[in-house]
């Protein structure tokens, strides 16, 4: 911490990344001209500024037409409150260091260059981060400033996108008290007395430029710290006071009153300073900032206050003698009266605005003007671009929410370029009053600054991977980027650090196993990174998140494939190699026959080694977000915002990998049985999807449906049960068969007409048809093993896992021999009643066995009980032992099962 009177404009070079000022008055043409200047490396600028002021320095056509800058390469954001916003401080940040400054100047040249103000300054590194407390105290400020509407919100997120440049400033700090005070929640003036602690003060000294009508902050700050005295410092003929209230407060106060006249080294400075300093014995507290001896300073917080800052300091005796040693005192103490002071109204400029502030987040993007009114406008203002009224506009007011209306207005030509060139704006409303003067915000300008996210240029292809081998890499590490998908994603956050993915320790993948305890999870939730997948839906916005590209993607690239496939087009190619090559070069630009040959072998090569070394690693990003979501904290913490857009993209991902042929298709389809598993549930667990509130369904349903997830999970299972049918993967066939049946007994699984057609056109069958499909699920959803037969024999009989085997035998039937399965029974404690005899055949009927088994025979080997089964001739048959006659079985009366209910809606959907 360090505190000095001149440490602006100094400040802002340097290699930052981001700057945010705060302040009350703001010279914007010296900003522009003088400090721009040095920010040309900052691609984060942003400057927050009361509103009232701000309006009425842009309500003078002089001022306003010289500005070319604002809401383009900087952002300005009023600061709307019932008093002033009053807080002044200058923050820069980059990936690992921070500077802040807090204290009294305004952004002018006087603010940021005279004598007469005082800035006290604080660093974080990595390697010394005693001073965090402070920066995530302002950024708790600006947080709160965005929660409760005092800024708007483009300017909210923008500073939002900000922080993403300085992921420390969402650590959690170890220091209990934070050097820096705002006046949001508590009275400055409370919080001053709880440092003091109710120690005796031996001397109180006092400087503010301006002072309340009645001196009721100088009065409330005596009675409560009772100093035996007070050493008061004003300015001659500057310091705004009623000298006869100051002198009855004096009067009253009981100590001993020391008043000094100061000045600075430069005639005609104002010391625009405010400091009050408590000094005891051997210790000393200061209160230094922007707060001026006034009761909207210091005795009131918000919303009835001012907004104000300061630096609430403790030290020794002599910690704060900084704040007057380079000031001139007069020798003597003076008399109030000899001092030509009087009272100035406000330190607010209380003249009339120009204008209505009616205008909220008015907004650029050709060849649309947007924002919204904050009152019902009749019928359409006229606009007024610079200096002239735009003829050539097209309005569109929205209907009235909550007593304001949206409004778009498509401009001509010769408007768009005035607002191009940054003309300033204001509307005629039809009573004949005008709005104030605005700046729109160049949302497409802006949007380059606000970027703390490295270049993501290939998401649009991330639904489909229609990329260069090579560049499939790089996609995968922006989607890292983007996506939280588990603890790890979350300390990326924390940390700063970009994805890295090991190429051959698959233990890696989890990398250290952090404490979620050591994690602000306050400030984390209003990281971009999570913010976007509360905002995502903004997705046709000039600035969309990063997450809503993904999810565009995947519902656009969904659609032009249906659409493509059913005009007779070809889907995507597997591999992208001719593309590839097309794209680089091609033969004929070598004219050695050799060389071309030897180019394309070593192209296909390199492009092999990409494909399989990205291959490995989006099976181990899917296998991170498979585990982030067994996570019971992580899931608890996110919520289903983040869980279910997660769900959303790796299920997209997974079946665009197997059918690109771009990652081993069995380790892929494991992996969505664990996504399904999680989401729709497993056995006699409920998914994910049923533990939401009712309104977290619906939304979650429509969500599914806008990005077509019904469709590609039918897709993925008839993608699946065709790569196991061919591996003969009978284990896989059954785990498949399993989650299809699942899906299709949850109550919550409401495919479309329109989603089962889809698939038909996506999936892999013969016949693009809803019949041929549903067909093709009955198929898997049937799908029956001697396993499962053996399972309801044992099960049925109550035999011991694994004690029933088949042996192929030959009877009669009719004039043939026939060979036919034998189920033998060798737990020789298993029953084989008539009884269970019953059972076996219901449970086998249940199983579908009759689409697979016409004849069975089922024997315990110890009692050489039997049961034989026609199921063609419908003749059934329970025999004690061979030697006794049959007794005739009832034909056994097939159970329904739950998961068929589902296979004929859908059977219904497809007719």
Request: glycine content about 6%; some cysteine; aromatic content about 8%.
């Amino acid at each position: 911490m360090e505190a000095r009177r001149l440490v602006i404009p100094d400040m802002f070079t340097g290699s930052w990344d981001a700057a945010l000022v705060s302040t009350y008055g703001a010279d914007l043409h010296f900003f522009e001209r003088d400090l721009l200047r040095q920010m040309g490396r900052i691609g984060n600028r942003v400057v927050l500024a009361d509103c009232a002021q701000i309006n009425r320095s842009l309500s003078r056509g002089s001022q306003s037409r010289q500005l070319r800058q604002v809401n383009r390469t900087y952002l300005l954001a009023p600061v709307r409150i019932a008093q002033a916003a009053h807080v002044k401080f200058i923050m820069m940040l980059s990936l690992d260091r921070g500077l802040l400054a807090i204290g009294s100047g305004n952004l002018s040249m006087n603010g940021y260059a005279s004598r007469g103000e005082v800035f006290t300054t604080y660093h974080y590194s990595v390697e010394d981060e005693k001073y965090l407390a402070a920066f995530l105290t302002v950024k708790d400020y600006l947080d709160e400033l965005g929660a409760n509407g005092s800024i708007d919100a483009v300017a909210r997120d923008h500073i939002l996108h900000t922080w993403t440049v300085a992921p420390w400033i969402f650590k959690s700090s170890d220091s209990t008290q934070s050097p820096i005070r705002h006046n949001l929640k508590a009275t400055l003036l409370d919080q001053f007395l709880a440092r003091v602690d109710g120690r005796e003060i031996d001397e109180l000294v006092v400087h503010a430029p301006f002072y309340d009508r009645e001196c009721s902050a100088l009065e409330q700050l005596l009675s409560a710290t009772k100093p035996r005295k007070l050493q008061l410092l004003v300015q001659e003929r500057l310091t705004s006071v009623d000298v006869s209230k100051l002198e009855g407060v004096l009067t009253r106060s009981g100590a001993e009153v020391e008043l000094r006249s100061i000045s600075a080294a430069e005639s005609g400075v104002l010391i625009h300073a405010k400091f009050i300093v408590a000094r005891g014995l051997d210790w000393a507290v200061c209160l230094q900032g922007s707060p001026n001896m006034s009761t909207v300073a210091l005795l009131l917080h918000q919303p009835q206050s001012n907004l104000e800052m300061a630096n609430l300091l403790e030290g020794d005796h002599d910690a704060f003698d900084y704040l007057i040693s380079d000031l001139i005192f007069s020798v003597d103490r003076v008399d109030l009266k000899s001092m030509d002071l009087h009272l100035i109204e406000s330190e607010n400029d209380e003249n009339a605005l120009s204008g209505e502030d009616i205008v909220r987040e008015l907004s650029w993007t050709a060849p649309i003007l947007s924002g919204r009114f904050t009152t019902i406008i009749s019928q359409p203002p006229v606009v007024i671009v610079g200096e002239d009224v735009a003829t050539d506009v097209e309005w569109r007011l929205a209907e009235p929410v909550e007593g304001g209306m949206s409004f778009e207005i498509a401009v001509g030509e010769r408007t768009a370029d005035a607002i191009g060139r940054n003309s300033a704006i204001k509307f005629g409303l039809a009573d004949g009053l005008f709005t104030i003067t605005i700046f729109p915000y160049h949302r497409r300008a802006l949007a380059g600054l606000a970027s703390g996210q490295s270049s993501l240029d290939l998401l649009v292809h991330a639904a489909d991977f229609d990329i260069e081998d090579e560049e499939l890499e790089r996609l995968l590490h922006q989607l890292d980027e983007v996506l939280v998908i588990d603890n790890r994603s979350i300390w990326r956050i924390v940390e700063g650090k970009s994805g890295s993915f090991p190429d051959e320790d698959e233990n890696e993948i989890d990398g250290p196993h952090y404490d979620y305890a050591d994690i602000d999870w306050t400030a984390i939730l209003t990281h971009p990174k999570l913010v976007q997948y509360r905002n995502w839906v903004a997705g046709e916005s000039a600035n969309p998140t990063a997450l809503a590209i993904i999810l565009n993607s995947i519902a656009q690239k969904f659609r032009e494939d249906v659409e493509r496939k059913r005009d007779g087009g070809v889907s995507i190619a597997t591999t992208g190699l001719a593309d590839w090559w097309n794209s680089e070069t091609s033969t004929d630009a070598i004219e050695d026959e050799q060389e071309a040959e030897t180019a394309v072998t070593v192209r296909t090569q390199r492009s092999a080694v990409a494909r399989s070394r990205a291959q490995r690693k989006y099976l181990r990003f899917i296998r991170r977000f498979v585990r982030g979501i067994s996570d019971p904290i992580f899931l608890s913490r996110v919520g289903p915002s983040v869980v279910v857009p997660g769900y959303i993209v790796f299920n997209n991902i997974c079946w665009r990998l197997i059918e690109q042929e771009l990652a081993d298709p069995l380790a892929v389809i494991e992996l969505q049985e664990d996504l399904w598993d999680f989401f729709w549930g497993s056995g006699e667990n409920g998914g994910y999807l049923e533990v939401l509130s009712v309104d977290e369904q619906i939304a979650v349903l429509d969500l599914l449906d806008r990005h077509h997830a019904e469709a590609v999970l039918i897709c993925s299972f008839i993608e699946g049960y065709e790569i196991l049918r061919r591996a003969n993967d009978l284990k896989g066939l059954c785990r498949l068969r399993e989650r299809l049946r699942r899906v299709l007994t949850n109550p919550l699984w409401q495919p479309s007409r329109v989603s089962l057609e889809d698939a038909a056109t996506m999936a892999w069958v013969e016949e693009r048809t809803s019949a041929a499909l549903v067909d093709e699920l009955r198929a898997l959803a049937n799908f029956t093993t001697n396993d499962d037969r053996f399972r309801a024999i044992e099960e049925a009989v109550g035999a011991k896992s694994g004690s029933v085997f088949t042996e192929l035998v030959t009877v009669r039937r009719g004039s043939r021999n026939v060979a036919i399965p034998q189920f033998v029974i060798y737990d020789p404690d298993a029953v084989l009643s008539q009884e269970s005899a019953a059972r076996i055949l219901e449970m086998l009927s249940s199983l579908d066995a009759t689409t697979q088994l016409e004849y069975v025979r089922i024997k315990h080997e110890t009692t050489k009980a039997a049961v034989i089964a026609d199921f063609e001739a419908k003749t059934f048959f329970y025999a004690l032992a061979s030697s006794e006659d049959p007794v005739e079985l009832d034909e056994p009366l097939r159970r329904p099962l739950s998961w068929e209910k589902g296979l004929e809606d859908l059977r219904i959907l497809a007719s």
